[in-house]
């Protein structure tokens, strides 16, 4: 019941608010918390309404956060309103009502609104103004953040994860600017940057591990992959991923039974990848007998061309699968979308978005085939046909969430903050979840 009176006292302000000066709203604010403290029996008695008033000023420029405002109170913490955001902000980081000399504010109030309401802009202005109140805060390493995820400005990205470091040498710090170096394609400073993460001997150090020995997969070095990945099964031996990256490793190293054995492990664990590789492992010589007696069958040319890319990474042979599948069977939509993944890994984006192109061409149907020329696109930072893609995308698919996301990075791109803005609120609150080496940003 208090909340319920609570709303009708906000909803009471806010419709009262954009009238009153800064000046008058304040002091009504701060009687009317009073009021309400009195009448609930709460104790605000270390609560000076009239310094932390709801909305403050600037109350007309914040209005469009107030469907979404949480209340927190300071004297023990209590979070008025549910699902206040961990740590439960000020009245400050919701409104714009701040202390302007204090930069914790401004980190405070930025990191709410990326994570919380997606707004870009407004993160990395108070991003600015923290590092302009204290340059010798990480603030740095969160602002990198936001270029390397949302600006997709890897220079940007690396020069304040950098600064960060030099300030506080956090393995996390070290983590991110090895990600952003890995999309400059500086292989050399990512394996050096995981390899700091790995030797600090403090945080998450399976995922540093597991980072590396991806990298190391990728670029072939499978015995310094097999080390890495068995150190994560040595920390976290339930990490289910872990066994069929290893088993890849292991089966480029001829050790065919390693492979098996990491697979069956995997498979064990609910790990789909695992599965399928043991599947096809074991239609993989009948298959490629039937092929050597029925040449020219596509079915079995895109499979064995697939398997080689989506599953041992070997991008020669399916190359040379693939492009026969195609001849074979040019109008064979799924052959085009399997031979741009390929494109897709080796970085040559315009042979994939040719590729995906042919896809959509014979199939209008399938969202995949728009989402995945989107992310193309954008990799060619060609952002208007990316935006135009997640449309389709998403109205062919309304549950896809990845779309959202990556269209309202793409809708930044283009200058359309507001729609932008939107599309990463819905992202958050449907369940996206970050997939570094899903989508490469």
Not at 216 to 226: D, G, N
């Amino acid at each position: 019941m208090t909340r319920i009176i609570f709303y009708i006292i906000i909803l009471f302000v806010c419709s009262s608010v954009l009238s009153q000066t800064s000046g008058e709203y304040l002091n009504k604010t701060g009687v009317m918390y009073s009021q309400y403290s009195y009448k609930s029996g709460l104790d605000y008695s270390a609560f000076d309404a009239k310094k932390e008033a709801f909305l403050c000023r600037g109350a007309a420029q914040n209005f469009k956060y107030v469907p979404d405002i949480y209340v927190y109170i300071k004297n023990g913490g209590v979070n008025i309103l549910p699902g206040n955001f961990s740590g439960a902000f000020s009245v400050f980081s919701e409104t714009g009502c701040i202390d302007t000399s204090d930069y914790h504010e401004y980190i405070n109030r930025g990191s709410l609104f990326i994570e919380k309401y997606g707004d870009i802009v407004s993160a990395l202005s108070d991003y600015n103004r923290a590092v302009e109140i204290n340059p010798n805060d990480t603030t740095y390493a969160s602002r990198g953040n936001v270029y390397f995820r949302y600006v997709i400005n890897y220079e940007k990205a690396v020069a304040d994860l950098t600064r960060a470091i030099n300030i506080n040498p956090n393995p996390e710090y070290y983590l991110t600017r090895g990600r952003v170096y890995e999309q400059l394609k500086d292989y050399t400073n990512a394996v050096s940057d995981y390899s700091a993460a790995v030797n600090s001997g403090f945080g998450n150090v399976p995922v540093y591990y597991m980072e590396r020995g991806m990298l190391y997969s990728y670029l072939k070095e499978y015995k310094k992959a097999i080390f890495d990945f068995t150190k994560v099964i040595e920390f976290s031996p339930e990490t289910k991923v872990v066994y069929f990256e290893r088993g890849l490793a292991r089966y480029h190293s001829l050790d065919t039974q390693g492979a098996v054995s990491d697979w069956m492990t995997g498979k064990e664990f609910g790990d789909i990848k695992a599965d399928y590789a043991l599947y096809v492992l074991g239609l993989f010589e009948t298959a490629l007998e039937y092929l050597r007696e029925n040449p020219n069958d596509a079915l079995i040319l895109f499979t064995l061309g697939d398997t080689y890319s989506y599953l041992f990474n070997d991008y020669n042979k399916a190359f040379s699968y693939l492009n026969k599948a195609i001849k074979v069977n040019p109008g064979d939509a799924p052959a085009y979308f399997a031979r741009s993944n390929v494109y897709q890994y080796l970085k040559e984006y315009n042979k994939a978005a040719a590729d995906l192109s042919n896809s959509i061409n014979l199939v209008q149907s399938d969202y995949n085939y728009y989402k995945f020329r989107a992310g193309t696109y954008m990799k060619l930072k060609e952002y208007k046909k990316a935006v135009s893609d997640y449309d389709k995308a998403v109205s062919l698919n309304p549950e896809d969430v990845d779309s959202y996301f990556f269209r309202g990075i793409s809708k930044y791109k283009t200058g359309d903050f507001e729609g932008s803005r939107k599309d990463l609120i819905k992202a958050k609150k449907t369940g996206f979840i970050w997939y570094e080496r899903t989508f490469g940003y």
